[in-house]
């Protein structure tokens, strides 16, 4: 019986220890998300991060995605991604004429 409850509390620690790892992981990587996603790129900027985002993005091939483009052109100075100056950057890279 002895055995059985010192395996039962070491199971029970180990079930413990996974789902707070679990949870610190997953609180973690919502930090870690696309920056250019839809909910990013919204009117929650502030200076260190739209520095950090805005580093050496000037030009269509600083970037991957249209999104990115897109926040890049709104939130970065001395961009050459709208040639037309319509709003939509990278229309060629990313099919939007």
């Given at each position: 019986m002895k055995k059985f409850n010192s395996l039962l509390l070491v199971i029970t620690f180990s079930l413990i220890s996974l789902s707070a790892m679990a949870k610190h992981y997953n609180n973690d990587n919502t930090h870690h998300s696309n920056h250019y996603d839809n909910n990013s790129y919204s009117d929650h900027n502030?200076?260190?991060q739209s520095?950090?985002?805005c580093n050496g993005k000037h030009y269509c091939s600083d970037v991957k995605t249209?999104?990115?483009a897109k926040w890049v052109l709104n939130n970065c100075p001395n961009t050459h991604m709208d040639g037309d100056n319509d709003g939509v950057p990278c229309e060629r890279q990313f099919h939007k004429n």
């Open positions: 502030d200076d260190y520095r950090d985002r249209y999104a990115e």
